[in-house]
């Protein structure tokens, strides 16, 4: 399924987001549940970039053989130039539909990162191997 397939349904049916419970629990839970939610936004995020390629080679596919008929390079052939058109129309479509998604999916990513920054700057950290300072009495 696409990932403005999935965006889509949850918007239709009101179910909850997976947002909508990271902020419930622990800190260290919180951050865990970020990092696995930043994880599933970056792979939706490098499955609408494959698709963007994908449609980048379609409308140049279709737009070569299209003036490649135009110039009289190949012969016009009714399937063929039918064919060209689908694939110019059709990678626009799916270019323009997978660019939206990438950039909704973007900024998910960057407010989850952001919350995962400062659940993280917030825990009271301390080096490994640091030593805690012994009183002297």
């Given amino acids: ?7 889509a349904r949850l918007k239709e049916s009101g179910e909850v987001t997976p947002e909508d419970h990271l902020t419930d629990g622990e800190p260290r839970e919180q951050i865990r549940r970020l990092e696995t939610r930043i ?32 110039v009289g390079v190949v012969s016009f052939e009714p399937t063929a130039v039918i064919a060209a058109i689908a694939a110019i129309v059709g990678g626009t479509v799916v270019f ?26 917030g825990l009271e950290l301390r080096v490994v191997g640091e030593t805690v300072p012994q009183s002297k009495c």
Wanted: hydrophobic share 45%; with cysteine.
């Fill in 96 to 121: 323009g539909s997978n660019t939206a998604t990438e950039k909704e999916i973007s900024a998910a990513m960057s407010e989850a990162e952001a919350r995962r920054s400062a659940l993280i700057g």
């Fill in 39 to 70: 994880d599933e936004l970056r792979e939706a995020s490098e499955s609408c970039r494959k698709y963007i390629l994908a449609s980048r080679i379609a409308i140049w596919v279709g737009a070569i053989w299209t003036l490649a008929v135009i």
């Fill in 1 to 7: 399924m696409r990932p403005e397939e999935i965006i």
